[in-house]
């Protein structure tokens, strides 16, 4: 296998992946490769990746429970911090129980591989994420999608099915920020008996969410909550199923205890709603500054704000002047999105100013002149 060759052509094609080291803490305001930058890429939403209150926490949490788990659910590394934080979990999401996994990526993974056995097919929201395709891959079902966000196409593909079947959603679709219609999805599938599993890593703690009975719902630690982790909850069975049957569960270590901690008084300062109502005042200041501007974005009323440009190349070219300018903004190119829709995929924080904001894009229309 020749490495050096294959890297080669990635970087010719402009789609190779650089990783920009940070010498600062997780904020707006971030020391980056050594320059100091206003961060319009994180998933921290509502700026609590930094938050005091959950540093003392996850301090309060290394004094009490140590360091690490130690092992595996399954063996000893099941804590009363992990478990008050499922139980907190579940009722915060109306769910009789909650799991908790060690990341996103693993938690789809986890479903779809205690599903493996259940299901015969399963159709995919075409822009869901990445993790969602590789569980489908996992456990050797084809990947069928229907049109983004297409309530006739789901329901035409549907009746193509026989036998059981899952369908699957983003709630809020990572790189467009729009939202999927859950109600409408749901009833679609009800009506042809199919299984509903929702990813809502980037609506959790954001947008109220909406759990239709007998579905799966799977949300993120590591974004809005600005810890890591990723719990699914829903119906006792069906939690008590992916203990038995969830591979990336059982064959795990737990996530550090004092970290569980840490999340549960994130999940406190979400409840309190005060950073989530500075993050939607943001977005609406966001919104109508590039109205002012003319600068056309998609349709988002989430936190992430997309530009298209189109060609790989100008949109890193782009954030590279952006970059430079004091503004840390990322491009996202295919394979991550389709083909000719590379990116700039701007999001916004509970912490940014407006003053933050407008300098922002006024500086992204300079530079797109
Ligand atoms: C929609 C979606 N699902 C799952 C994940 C994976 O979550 P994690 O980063 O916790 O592994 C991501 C990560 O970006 C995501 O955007």
Same mark, same amino acid.
């Given at each position: 296998?020749?490495?050096s060759?294959?890297?080669?052509?990635i970087?010719q094609?402009? @789609?190779l992946?650089l *990783?920009?080291?940070?010498n600062?803490?997780? /904020?707006t +305001?971030?020391v980056i490769?050594? $320059?100091?930058?206003?961060n319009?890429?994180?998933?921290?939403?509502l700026s609590?990746a930094?938050?005091p209150?959950?540093?003392?926490?996850l301090i309060e949490?290394v004094s009490?429970y140590?360091?690490?788990?130690?092992?595996s659910?399954?063996?000893?590394?099941h804590?009363?911090s992990?478990?008050?934080?499922?139980?907190?979990?579940?009722?915060h999401?109306?769910?009789?129980?909650a799991?908790l996994f060690s990341?996103?990526?693993?938690?789809n993974?986890?479903?779809?591989?205690?599903?493996?056995?259940?299901?015969?097919?399963?159709?995919?929201?075409?822009?869901n994420h990445?993790?969602l395709i590789?569980?489908n891959r996992?456990?050797? @079902?084809?990947?069928? *999608?229907?049109?983004h966000?297409n309530?006739? /196409?789901l +329901?035409?593909?549907l009746?193509? $099915?026989?036998?059981?079947?899952l369908?699957?959603t983003?709630?809020?679709?990572s790189?467009?920020?729009d939202?999927?219609?859950?109600?409408?999805?749901?009833?679609?599938?009800?009506?042809?008996?199919?299984?509903l599993?929702q990813d809502d890593?980037?609506?959790?703690?954001?947008?109220?969410?909406?759990?239709?009975?007998?579905?799966i719902y799977?949300?993120t630690l590591?974004?809005?909550?600005g810890?890591?982790g990723?719990?699914v909850?829903?119906s006792?069975?069906?939690i008590?199923?992916l203990?038995q049957k969830?591979?990336?569960?059982?064959?795990t270590?737990?996530?550090?205890p004092?970290?569980?901690?840490?999340?549960l008084?994130? @999940?406190?300062?979400i409840?309190k709603?005060?950073?989530k109502?500075?993050?939607?005042?943001n977005i609406?200041?966001f919104k109508?500054?590039?109205?002012t501007?003319?600068?056309?974005?998609?349709p988002?009323?989430?936190a992430i704000?997309?530009?298209?440009?189109?060609?790989?190349?100008e949109?890193l070219?782009?954030?590279n002047?952006l970059f430079?300018?004091?503004?840390?903004?990322?491009?996202?190119r295919?394979?991550t999105v389709?083909p000719?829709?590379?990116?700039?995929?701007?999001?916004l924080?509970a912490?940014h100013?407006f003053?933050?904001?407008?300098?922002?894009?006024?500086?992204?229309?300079?530079v797109?002149?």
């Amino acid at each position: 296998m020749n490495f050096s060759k294959k890297i080669r052509v990635i970087e010719q094609n402009n @789609l190779l992946r650089l *990783r920009k080291i940070a010498n600062s803490s997780q /904020s707006t +305001e971030m020391v980056i490769e050594g $320059q100091k930058v206003i961060n319009f890429c994180s998933n921290d939403y509502l700026s609590l990746a930094n938050h005091p209150k959950i540093k003392e926490a996850l301090i309060e949490g290394v004094s009490r429970y140590g360091i690490g788990s130690g092992a595996s659910h399954l063996v000893s590394g099941h804590s009363e911090s992990h478990h008050n934080l499922e139980e907190a979990l579940a009722q915060h999401t109306g769910q009789q129980r909650a799991l908790l996994f060690s990341s996103g990526y693993s938690a789809n993974l986890g479903v779809f591989s205690a599903l493996r056995d259940e299901i015969d097919w399963v159709l995919q929201d075409k822009l869901n994420h990445a993790s969602l395709i590789d569980g489908n891959r996992l456990i050797g @079902l084809p990947v069928q *999608r229907y049109l983004h966000n297409n309530l006739e /196409s789901l +329901e035409k593909n549907l009746k193509k $099915q026989a036998g059981t079947g899952l369908v699957v959603t983003d709630n809020v679709f990572s790189m467009d920020g729009d939202r999927a219609n859950i109600d409408g999805i749901k009833t679609i599938s009800a009506q042809s008996g199919a299984l509903l599993m929702q990813d809502d890593a980037h609506g959790f703690g954001i947008f109220e969410s909406t759990i239709p009975d007998h579905s799966i719902y799977m949300a993120t630690l590591g974004k809005a909550a600005g810890v890591m982790g990723a719990f699914v909850s829903g119906s006792s069975d069906l939690i008590e199923f992916l203990i038995q049957k969830s591979r990336p569960y059982i064959y795990t270590t737990a996530i550090s205890p004092s970290m569980c901690v840490a999340i549960l008084k994130s @999940l406190e300062l979400i409840k309190k709603g005060e950073q989530k109502e500075k993050l939607f005042s943001n977005i609406n200041y966001f919104k109508n500054c590039a109205e002012t501007l003319d600068l056309h974005f998609e349709p988002s009323e989430s936190a992430i704000q997309p530009l298209i440009i189109g060609s790989s190349n100008e949109a890193l070219s782009l954030s590279n002047t952006l970059f430079e300018g004091g503004y840390f903004v990322s491009a996202i190119r295919p394979p991550t999105v389709p083909p000719n829709t590379a990116r700039l995929r701007f999001t916004l924080s509970a912490n940014h100013s407006f003053t933050q904001i407008e300098s922002l894009l006024q500086k992204v229309k300079d530079v797109m002149a």
